[in-house]
């Protein structure tokens, strides 16, 4: 039973009861180690882990910047790098075998994959089997293949993570039945984003104006994320704004395809792509206005961060999203693929200034009540100890 909470929920620390055996042992598997909201996700919970109670460490299916990341922040990451997914299970089964953990967590679906098969090869062979966690990041949709394999793999699961009401909905949809299934928002980091500075060289790095207004999107540039769609409502934005520019924040596969489709539409000169940056919240706490413009997103990590640092946002009315914002209190929904009604609703918030601020305020004060990281990591962690007790009394009763 969680304990009950006075003040902040956010900033009130909680004295669990302690799990019987000591530390509980978890491994956090990772599909892909490169940049992307779930490895965010992945990052802020093992930032927020209580290290005296939990030792974590990652198994990665790939390298990348967000590997790169955990290790310079000192978490063990094993990188299993061979694409085949029965040799990655048998070597992430001898992982564990090795180092026993009460608990692995599978986040992103390669993932699920091979971190479920391994924990069913390791009860197999006879080692004690961890409980198996799973969080669902993406909203993708999945091949009837794929569909089949999951739905195989989910009785094997212990416990689902999905992190809105829209993902619960796709797990159902998707006919994966068998294990129970836990609502658990993303949380942002308040201690790292209430006080961040805005990043004051991009204008001069970027040669944006000095009074240019900025608008930005930080996402992956990926087909689902919504570029096009974003670069085809600029020309209208510049003839409604003309000193406005564009920072398209992120890296992915559409990058030569975005810059061609800028230079096509004429608006080239005021779209900057900066790639991958590392000053993400300094960059995004200097934006006017931040955008996302998805085609379908579970629920928006980015957009989150944006509202802690009280930027008003502007986010297409898809999967998870207006679960976080309401349209014209927190920010400004619009529908997915519609150029001008993306476009009229940045221009409201680049014309006028006090709804903007009303907008970011409210914004603001709705991750601080909704989605602060505190909140998150305690529903994760009361999932670890369950699993932690049920696999160590079994362990208990068969011996």
């Keep these: 039973m969680t304990p009950p909470l006075t ?3 956010c900033l009130e620390p909680v004295n669990w009861p302690a799990v019987a055996g000591g530390r509980v042992r978890i491994v956090e598997i990772l599909a892909t180690g490169t940049n992307g909201g779930a490895q965010e996700h992945l990052f802020s919970l093992l930032s927020r882990l209580d290290r005296s109670r939990y030792d974590a460490s990652v198994i990665a299916l790939s390298g990348g910047s967000a590997v790169r990341k955990l290790q310079r922040a000192g978490f063990p990451v094993s990188i299993v790098e061979d694409p085949d997914d029965a040799i990655a299970t048998g070597v992430v089964a001898t992982l564990l075998a090795d180092i026993n953990p009460d608990v692995i967590h599978n986040h992103m679906y390669r993932a699920e994959l091979v971190g479920t098969r391994a924990a069913i090869a390791l009860g197999a062979a006879g080692h004690r089997r961890p409980y198996v966690v799973s969080t669902v990041h993406s ?5 009837d293949e794929d569909l089949r394999e999951l739905q195989i793999l989910t009785p094997h699961i212990d416990r689902m993570i999905a992190v809105s009401r829209a993902i619960e909905a796709k797990i159902r949809d998707e ?5 129970p299934v836990s609502l658990i928002y993303n949380g942002v980091d308040l201690a790292r984003y209430d006080h961040t500075e805005p990043c004051c060289t991009f204008r001069e790095q970027y040669g944006i104006e000095p009074d240019a207004v900025v608008v930005g999107v930080v996402a992956r540039l990926e087909p689902e994320k919504g570029h096009p769609t974003l670069l085809q409502a600029w020309p209208a934005v510049l003839r409604a704004v003309p000193n406005a520019a564009l920072l398209v924040v992120g890296e992915g596969s559409r990058y030569a395809e975005l810059e061609r489709l800028a230079a096509s539409l004429r608006i080239a000169h005021r779209v900057v792509f900066t790639g991958r940056r590392d000053d993400v919240p300094s960059v995004t706490a200097a934006l006017d206005v931040a955008v996302l413009p998805s085609y379908r997103e579970a629920q928006g990590l980015s957009i989150l961060e944006a509202m802690a640092l009280s930027r008003p946002v502007v986010a297409s009315r ?7 914002i309401e349209d014209g209190v927190s920010g400004l929904l619009v529908p997915p693929r519609d150029p001008e009604a993306l476009a009229g609703a940045i221009i409201r918030l ?3 200034h006090p709804y903007a601020d009303m907008i970011g305020r409210a914004g603001h004060d ?4 909704r989605f602060c990281i505190g909140l998150m990591v305690r529903a994760v962690e009361t999932i670890y100890d369950e699993g932690a007790r049920t696999v160590r009394i079994s362990a208990a009763v068969a011996s």
């Design 350 to 352: 680049l014309k006028d």
């Design 175 to 179: 006919g994966r039945t068998g294990a």
């Design 318 to 324: 898809v999967g998870g999203i207006p679960e976080v």
């Design 7 to 9: 003040g902040d929920p």
């Design 139 to 143: 909203s993708r949709i999945r091949s």
């Design 366 to 369: 709705v991750v601080h009540e």
